[in-house]
């Protein structure tokens, strides 16, 4: 990542999920788990740092990402290289008790031509972050439900 000197933008949501955190970390590291309607998200290779993956939007050139510094049952990182910058987001997962997770989603936007991806990075995630989370969240309490039931 950038020095801290180059960072352009930070947006940042927290929230606490009825789930244990195994199960969140096992969830969200599960791509076809990966619910955006309007993307696709393929990965080559297994959820490791280094593995690449591909997100595609309808009337858009694929955007490509790697995995970055994973650390297991804790946290994991997504950076998108730009023209000299590069967009981050940072997931990171704290047990709460064992049937209670705090995950907060970073996005960090950095590098020397940052500035010029700020707004588009705000309009993006700026006022859908808690949402897109709230969903995830969702998605997440109903997936171990059905394992319960299932089991």
Request: hydrophobic fraction near 45%; glycine fraction near 6%.
């Amino acid at each position: 990542m950038e020095s801290t000197n180059d960072i352009a933008l930070v947006l940042e949501h927290s929230l606490d999920v009825d789930v244990n955190p195994a199960f969140a970390w096992k969830f969200r590291t599960d791509i076809a788990k990966w619910n955006d309607p309007a993307a696709t998200f393929l990965l080559d290779g297994s959820f490791a740092t280094g593995s690449r993956g591909t997100t595609l939007l309808p009337g858009q050139e694929a955007l490509f990402w790697w995995i970055r510094e994973i650390q297991a049952g804790r946290s994991f990182a997504i950076e998108m290289p730009l023209d000299r910058a590069t967009f981050r987001c940072e997931w990171h997962f704290s047990a709460i008790s064992e049937r209670r997770t705090r995950m907060t989603q970073r996005i960090i936007l950095s590098g020397s031509n940052a500035a010029t991806y700020t707004e588009q990075v705000k309009a993006g995630f700026g006022a859908t972050l808690a949402d897109g989370m709230n969903r995830i969240a969702a998605d997440m309490v109903a997936a171990e439900r059905a394992v319960a039931e299932a089991g």
